[in-house]
């Protein structure tokens, strides 16, 4: 049984921080890639950043640069570290991994970027 849990959104004023964590059970996600996706209302989700278990990480071009995903030393968790927001970041989270060809999804946490 395949459960992401994220947590860390907020409130935030534009060049702030936020850090957001996702913590999965049920699996052995060391060995899964693990990713963060985004959805602003009105909006198709799109992907935001991915992390391998190999340590490789890739970013969205929109938030590259000031986002960075890394994982915990357990491989369950990962995290997004948020820095130099914008308005434009404003989005319900989600935390994704795909296992043996089949998605999960978390709860979302939301993150608003507003003065």
């Known amino acids: 049984q395949v459960q992401l849990v994220e947590s860390g959104g907020g409130s935030v004023q534009p060049g702030g921080s936020l850090r957001l964590s996702c913590v999965a059970s049920?699996?052995?996600?060391?060995?899964?890639?693990m990713a963060w996706y985004r959805q602003a209302p009105g909006k198709q989700r799109e992907w935001v950043a991915t992390a391998t278990s190999g340590g490789t990480t890739n970013y969205a071009d929109s938030v590259k640069g000031r986002f960075t995903i890394s994982r915990g030393n357990a491989q369950n968790t990962v995290y997004l570290q948020m820095n130099s927001l914008k308005p434009e970041d404003t989005a319900l989270y989600y935390c994704n991994t795909v296992q043996e060809g089949v998605a999960y999804w978390g709860q979302g946490t939301q993150v608003t970027v507003s003065s």
């Open positions: 049920g699996s052995r996600f060391r060995v899964y890639p």
